[in-house]
């Protein structure tokens, strides 16, 4: 070899000897059942049969497939030396356990793909470390509930998928800590109750996803929690009717889907404060009419394709309305036979005929128009009777009948004997008869709201075999025999708002064995009386808000064995009637806010305190708690909200170890040594609590759990501070309070 090619190849072979063991070590780290592409930071391990993450796989990863393994369960700190990771996806994994800390580490991940496994629950911790997380897919597992602090260390989070899973309920506070979430999906699963507070803590919430579950009614207090939200999607749900009392209140609100569910009546008031909304998607249901709708003026599209629309004359109300709102529609008339198939915006108000109008007939002579029966119905054949009312409208399509707001003095007879839901509101019926509904077994909601009702006479209900729904709020009751309900042995909801009942109808109650939910609410009823409610075993919801009720006698209620909420709030209570709680096994939420109680005695809550999760005692002029009022309800208390009252001071509630959310704003709280327990008991939650001083001046303004300096001089508290080490500082107590011995282990494991 020549001198210049000699040197030539030793330079080359001292320049690469440095990088030998380099790529060495590159390639050993990447694993067999990989492929790593080292330019992109990107890592394959698509469907290796892999049971455990792979540990040699190159520190500064960004990207890491590992779809199609069969890891079943993510170990805590699993991907701890991976700390550039930026996506991570674990997709049809078979996992069926995140451990808590599984992803703690990951510092940067802005994407965590866990779809199509078999989780059935999280862990409160298995999501911790995620802080910077921006996207989780949940998907197609099978979660079957949702722990209040499951999501909180995400505050990040924009985009949290959680369709196709096993869901049914819906705590409170179940987001807690997703403040930056703008889309929530929550489609196919189960979910048929939402509680008042489940979607409360999320601020920035635009989209929600609720399309393909089992609500049974819109839960309008619920879905009024996200306030920014701007389009809301619902469709394929089965409630039958939303009416004003379930009205959504988002200001922000612009598209809201309806589509393909069992709708079968509107309020017109129903989006009253959605004064935005833009869209309104209702297609596919069961509407035949539609009342012009009060509120959303800025509404501009309406979408009625798909609703068997009954273009007589009591459409003319909805015609003009569309066209001084100047609103596009695409609904399609079901009938008359003349109108069948016509497009609804292609009608004017004088298209619509009524009974009495004059018409040309198909000859071109003017004639008389008769009332017209609903597509499907029988014809009129030698002299028999229509199978609808002169003034009213069935449409056999939706099986949906309403004589609303016709000024009818009696109750019409002679609806089709398959239809579902007959619409009777807003008439003037002071006595409702004897089987005044026979013949129409097959009736599942009836509305006589705003009749005038003072009686209904024995026998009215009879024959009504498949009755559900009964709405009688808003007339002039005083009270129900047992005769009067008798019949309608399967009713499951009973409303009986502002109405004039003076005591509870314990014995026409009592007749319903299948009673689900009782709306007493706005009455004038003054006490409830031993065994006004005993007895009934179906009943799970109890509202009697806004009476008069100052005396809840020990037996007035139970045994109610699957009562879960009872609202007695805004009455006259001037104590909690711990005895009337007895026998309340099931109860999850209980409403005493707006009551003058004043002062909560020892033991107030401990007959329900295995089973209490949420409860209210705002606006009721505490003035004092003993010590030991909130004894028993620790293991399970999620929400206790004590804003609006009177209180200058609290003792610590070290048992309430499962506090999720705490309102004590609005309280004249005096920050003194008295008060040190509180603030100490305070500094160990993890939650916003909204407890400032109100006196001495010197602390005015400042927050209870951060007002260090009014405390520091209290008995105590130099040998606490001398306790204390920089990292039990650090410890992250995760919405709870851990007590003594759990912070010391912490410190010990720290």
Known sequence: MEGPQRVTLVLLLFLLLPLGPTWHAAA????????????????????????????????????????GNMLKEIAPAAFQDLPYLTHLDLRHCQVELVAEGAFRGLGRLLFLNLASNRLSALPQEALDGLGSLR????????????????????????????????LVYLPPMAFQGLVRT??????????SVLAPEALAGLPALRRLSLHHNELQALPGQALSQPRSLARLELGHNPFTYVGEEDGLVLPSLRQLMLDHGALQALDSRAFAHCLRLHTLDLRGNQLDTLPPLQGPGQLRRLRLQGNPLWCGCQA??????????????????????????EALDTLRPSDLRCPGDLAEDEEGE????????????????????????????????????????????????????????????????????????????????LHLQHCNISELEAGTLEGLGSLLYLYLSDNQLSGLSAAALQGAPHLGYLYLKRNRFVQVPGDALRTLPHLFSLHLQSNAV????????????????????????????????GPAPELEKLHLDRNQLQEVPTGALEGL?????????????????????????????????????????????????????????????????????????????VDLSGNPFHCDCELLPLHRWLTGLNLHVGATCATPPSAHGQRVKAAVAVFAACPGWAARKAKRTPSAGRIRMKGRQWGADKVGKERGRL
């Open 28 to 67: 050993q780290r990447c694993p067999q059942a990989c492929v790593c592409d080292n330019s992109r930071r990107h890592v394959a391990c698509r469907h290796q049969n892999l049971t455990g993450v792979p540990n040699t796989l190159p520190e500064r990863t960004q990207r890491l497939d590992l779809q």
């Open 135 to 166: 996207r989780l897919e949940l998907q197609g597992n099978v979660l079957e509930e949702l722990r209040p602090g499951t999501f909180g260390a995400l505050g990040a989070l924009a985009t949290l998928n959680l369709a196709y899973n096993a």
């Open 182 to 191: 703008r889309w929530l999906q929550l489609s196919h699963n189960a979910l």
């Open 316 to 341: 003319r109300p909805l015609l003009e309305w569309l066209a001084r709102a100047r609103v596009l529609s695409d609904g399609t008339c079901r009938g008359p036979r003349r109108l069948r198939g």
């Open 366 to 445: 003017l004639v008389a128009v008769r009332p017209r029966a609903p597509p499907g119905a029988p014809k009129e054949e030698d002299g028999a009777a229509w199978t609808c009312p002169r003034t009213c409208v069935c449409a056999s399509e939706s099986r949906h009948s309403s004589c609303e707001s016709r000024g009818l003095r009696s109750v019409p007879r002679g609806f089709p004997n398959d239809t579902q839901l007959l619409d009777l509101r807003q008439n003037h019926f002071p006595l409702v008869p004897r089987a005044a509904f026979l013949g129409l077994s097959h009736l599942v909601s």
């Open 526 to 557: 003054g006490r409830l009386a031993p065994g006004d409610l005993a007895g009934m075993q179906a009943l799970r919801w109890l509202y009697l808000s806004g009476n008069h009720i100052t005396q809840v006698s020990p037996g007035a209620l």
């Open 585 to 661: 096994p099931a109860l999850l939420e209980l409403q005493l806010s707006g009551n003058p109680l004043r002062a909560l005695r020892d033991g107030a809550f401990r007959p329900v305190g295995q089973s209490l999760q949420q409860l209210f005692l705002n606006s009721s002029g505490l003035e004092q708690i003993s010590p030991g009022a909130f004894s028993g309800l620790g293991p399970q208390l999620q929400s206790l909200y004590l804003q609006k009252n009177q209180l200058q001071a609290l003792p610590a509630l070290p048992g309430l170890s499962q506090l999720e959310l």
